[in-house]
């Protein structure tokens, strides 16, 4: 799996060609759940954002966008296709070695077909970056994918009780959890809305 870790890797894949999670368009569940204005605006970070589709329609609905990946090809995309109507903050690093001046700065993290191309050795580690960069009250959107199990990834195998446990057990409560009927049709079926709250120390 430790291919997976190395940003050579990923740059690989982009320069072959090889992005099959690639719509080359937002995400339809996040453009309707944005559309009907079930989020409020706030300071969200997209972690492994690839090319930044998702990153950009987020902003174009006023929230205040950071867009991580650290593949240099995916960068490069998220730049050569900025919108002065979608403006971006655009890291290129590794999003485990995020600066620790980021902790509990942001009020989303958008979780979608990242946390299935990590090492599912990390994805404790995962649950950790998340926690430590979210506010008290902050929320993740997670677009769980691809729930059919299977060997071998990426992508890996996601499983709901896996992400339940993992974000319970670091003070996270299930507020939204639907089965999208507007998932891409190659996708229909093997994923899930997850949104998690993080609570506040007095909750």
């Given at each position: 799996m430790t291919e997976v870790n190395n940003p050579i890797f990923w740059e690989d894949v982009y320069q072959h060609g090889h992005t099959g999670w690639e719509l080359g368009e937002?995400?339809?569940v996040f453009k309707r759940l944005l559309d009907q204005g079930r989020f409020v605006p706030g300071k969200l970070i997209v972690l492994g954002a690839g090319r930044g589709h998702d990153a950009?329609?987020?902003?174009?609905h006023g929230f205040d966008v950071t867009a991580a990946d650290f593949a240099?090809?995916?960068v490069r995309a998220m730049h050569e296709l900025?919108?002065?109507a979608a403006p971006l903050s655009i890291l290129h690093a590794d999003?485990?070695?995020?600066?620790?001046v980021l902790d509990g700065t942001f009020d989303y993290v958008l979780e979608y077909m990242c946390y299935c191309a990590i090492d599912p050795s990390r994805r404790t580690e995962y649950a950790d970056l998340v926690t430590r960069l979210l506010k008290p009250g902050g929320t993740l959107i997670?677009?769980?994918y691809p729930l059919n199990p299977h060997e071998g990834g990426p992508p890996f195998y996601v499983s709901t009780v896996e992400l339940f446990d993992l974000f319970r057990s670091r003070g996270f409560i299930l507020i939204q959890h639907e089965h999208p009927r507007d998932?891409?049709?190659?996708r229909r079926g093997r994923e899930e809305l997850l949104v998690f709250q993080k609570q506040t120390a007095s909750s």
């Open positions: 937002p995400t339809p950009r329609e987020f902003a174009r240099l090809d995916a900025s919108d002065a999003m485990f070695a995020l600066p620790h997670d677009l769980a998932s891409v049709e190659r």
